[in-house]
C-alpha cells in the first residue's frame, strides 16, 4: 500500500520511539523511508531594557543547527539501516516546521507522513501550537500519528 514514507524527526525520546516504529513498519510492508528534520532559522533579536543580548552569530547558529541535523538524521539513518530498511534523509530550514514537512513529504513523492503525537513540550508547544496538529490539518497525504 505505502512504498515511501516521510519520517519527521526533532531528536525527542518521542520522535525517537516514533522513529524506531516507523522502521519496523517500514520493514514489514517493503517501504523506504526518507527521515527530515526541520532546522530554526536564526532567531531576530529583541533590544531594550532587560533584554539579553545573545552573542552567537547567524553563521554560528546555522552550523549549530545543521550540526545538530546532520546528528538527528545520522541516527534515524542507523536504525533503518540495522534493519535493512533502504532510506534517505533531508533537513532544510524552516521557521515553519509543519510546511516543511509537507513540502518534503511533496518534493520526494512520499505516500504517507509517519509522526510522534506531539514535540515541544510546555511552554513553548502551547505558543508555537502542535506542528502534528498543523500538518494534519494541511496535509493531503495520508499521516499516521505515533502516541
Known amino acids: 500500500m505505502f512504498k515511501h514514507i516521510l519520517v519527521p524527526t526533532d531528536g525527542s525520546d518521542l520522535s525517537r520511539s516514533a522513529s524506531e ?17 526541520a532546522q530554526p532559522d536564526f532567531p531576530l533579536p ?3 531594557e532587560g533584554a539579553l543580548i545573545d552573542p552567537t552569530t547567524p553563521d554560528q547558529f546555522r552550523r549549530a543547527a545543521k550540526e545538530e541535523a546532520d546528528r538527528i538524521l545520522a541516527e534515524a539513518k ?11 534523509t533531508d533537513t532544510v530550514v524552516s521557521d515553519t ?5 509537507i513540502d518534503c513529504a511533496q518534493r520526494h513523492g512520499c505516500d504517507l507522513i509517519f509522526m510522534a503525537s506531539h514535540g515541544r513540550r510546555g511552554l513553548a508547544g502551547l505558543l508555537l501550537g502542535s506542528e ?14 505515533y502516541r
Open 78 to 88: 542507523a536504525m533503518a539501516e540495522k534493519e535493512n530498511v533502504p532510506c534517505d
Open 97 to 101: 516546521p509543519w510546511e516543511a514537512i
Open 21 to 37: 516504529r516507523a522502521v519496523a513498519f517500514a520493514k514489514s510492508i517493503g517501504a523506504k523511508i526518507t527521515f527530515f528534520y
Open 132 to 145: 502534528t496538529q498543523k500538518v494534519l490539518t494541511h496535509s493531503k497525504l495520508p499521516v499516521l500519528v
Open 46 to 48: 529583541v533590544y531594550g
